[in-house]
């Protein structure tokens, strides 16, 4: 926060015109930091690129356990008519999300790049589900 008010672009509205454009990028750059680090999802993306890992798109994960709940999360998420029902279906899949999220911080922590391409891949379809979920949230 202290970053994006010191180069905020109005602290340099009264100086020359590089040192504003510097200060408008420099602000662009820091605000976009600042939402990576922000969320989950992208701040793991972010630290396997950093660690040399390629996280392609279309990664596919092998564990069909975890692929039927995710298809059967889906379909009651679109069967979904009543508030209360889709409020249960958001704290199941927020359950799951941060237990993800904690196992992402063990397989960070212990250098486990492996196993955390793995479970950004899970953390992405639970992002999904969730951004689902908020999108019928709003519509009922």
Request: with cysteine; hydrophobic share 35%; charged share 30%.
């Amino acid at each position: 926060k202290k970053l994006q008010q010191d180069h905020h672009p109005d602290q340099f509205a009264n100086k020359p015109k590089d040192e504003f454009e510097r200060a408008v990028s420099m602000s662009s750059s820091i605000n976009e930091a600042y939402e990576t680090l922000k969320h989950p999802l992208h701040r793991a993306r972010y630290m396997l690129e950093i660690g040399g890992v390629c996280m392609a798109e279309g990664h596919i994960i092998h564990n069909e356990q975890f692929l039927s709940k995710i298809m059967e999360m889906q379909e009651r998420v679109e069967a979904a008519s009543e508030q209360k029902e889709i409020l249960g279906l958001f704290q199941e899949v927020e359950d799951l999300y941060v237990d993800c999220v904690e196992e992402l911080s063990e397989a960070f922590a212990q250098d486990n790049y492996g196993s955390a391409k793995e479970k950004v891949t899970k953390l992405s379809y639970l992002d999904t589900i969730r951004t689902r979920i908020n999108a019928k949230l709003h519509v009922t």
